[in-house]
């Protein structure tokens, strides 16, 4: 089996770029054969950095 791994640079609070540059590193590993993936931080997929939740506490808040 052959396994893939990849890490990047998210762009914080940008889950649609980060979607995207998973989706081509994905590809990428699939052009190598590779079967298995490995799976990514969950803050690439939500607004969890620091700066993020203070920059918008509304969000956050109730």
Known sequence: MRIATAQFTCVPADVS??????AALIAEARTQDAELITTYRKQHLFEH???CIRSRAARWTV
């Not at 770029?17 to 998973?22: D, G, P, R, S, T």
């Open 17 to 22: 770029a980060n979607v995207k540059q998973m």
């Open 49 to 51: 950095e620091a700066g």
